[in-house]
C-alpha cells in the first residue's frame, strides 16, 4: 500500500497570480515548471494569459484547449511535451479561464505538479481557481505604493473565499522587496486577519527551488494513516 500511495501523482494544483501587468510571475511559472521536472516530478504548465506563457517558454503549438472544448480536438493533441519528457505545457487558446476550470482537477491528478499563468485580474474564475488551488503564488510591485494592489486581489477573493493564503513574491526595485513586503503583511493583518506570507523577491537567487520545497511543506503529496 505504501509503494501505491508514492507512486501516485501528488497532483498538486498551483496558480501564479499576478496583482498586475508587467510583473515576472510567467518568468517564475516557467522556473518553477523546470525545476520540478529536473527533479524527476512530472509537471503541466498551462497557459491561461493568452499564449504569453507559451511565447516566454519558447513553446509554439497548433492545438489548444480551446480546439478542444470547442472544435472536438483530442486532448493530448494540446499538450506539448517538452525537451525534458516529465514536462509538458498547454495553453487555453480562446478558451476563457472559466471554461477550463473544470478540467483542471482532473488533469492535476495525473501530475505532481500543474503549474497556471492566469491573466491578470480578479475575476469570478479567479476567486474560483484560488479556492480549488492546493496553494496559490501572488506576485506583486514592491515599488511606491503598488504592494496595495496585491491587498485588494487578496482582499477581493478573500471576500469570497476565506482561506486564500497565497505565497507573496516581490517584483520590482529589490531594496524595497523586505519594506514593501511588511507594509503589506502589516496592511492584511490589520484589515483582513492573518496575512499571507512573505516568500521573497523574483530575483532571489534558487527562488523556485525554496518555492517548490515550501509548497511541498504546505500541501503534502498523499498522508499515509
Sequence with gaps: MLNEISSRPAGRLVPVFAAESGL???????KLSKAAAALGETVLLLDA???LMMKTAGIIYNKTLGDVIYRGAHLKDAQYVTANEHFTAA??????LEAVLGSL???SLSYDWVFIAPPVGCTPAHVRL?????????????????FMRAYW??????????KFDPLLISNGPKEDAV?????????????LGAPP???GHCDDLALETRLLDKMRAVSPAYAVA
Design 130 to 146: 484560488g479556492a480549488a488551488a492546493d496553494i496559490s503564488l501572488l506576485a506583486y510591485g514592491s515599488a511606491g505604493d503598488r
Design 49 to 51: 494569459n493568452f499564449g
Design 197 to 199: 506570507p512573505y516568500a
Design 179 to 191: 519594506g514593501s513586503a511588511h507594509m503589506l503583511t502589516e496592511i492584511v493583518r490589520e484589515f
Design 153 to 162: 486581489m487578496i482582499d477581493a477573493i478573500r471576500a469570497r473565499q476565506p
Design 91 to 96: 495553453t487555453c487558446g480562446d478558451a476563457p
Design 105 to 107: 482537477a482532473a488533469l
Design 24 to 30: 515576472q510571475n510567467c518568468e517564475l511559472t516557467l
